[in-house]
């Protein structure tokens, strides 16, 4: 589960997918960095949980995220994806 999330944040965030130094198309690279974060982690190590443990993995999930990304969202972390424009999660 940790080799698929990797997998997914060098997708997402390798020097080709994204320039996290360019501030035109990137603002906030911190953001945009927990942005896909938070995403790979829901959609490797969370996937592999059962339904019934998917509530309790998204408030564990939230609380981590908040310390560091404060705009992470509220709901069910399974309701989001992202928003390639401009970075950001956005519900389904």
Not at 31 to 46: H, M
Not at 48 to 71: A, C, T, V
């Amino acid at each position: 589960m940790v080799s698929s999330c990797l997998q997914m944040i060098n997708i997402f965030l390798n020097k080709d997918a994204i320039a996290l130094d360019n501030k035109e198309k990137v603002p906030n690279a911190d953001k945009t960095v927990f942005t896909y974060l938070s995403f790979c982690i829901v959609w490797s190590i969370g996937a592999n949980l059962h339904d019934s443990s998917r509530p309790m993995f998204g408030e564990f999930l939230r609380g981590q995220m908040r310390q560091h990304f404060p705009e992470f969202p509220e709901g069910d972390v399974y309701e989001y994806g992202l928003e390639m424009n401009d970075h950001r999660l956005q519900p389904w």
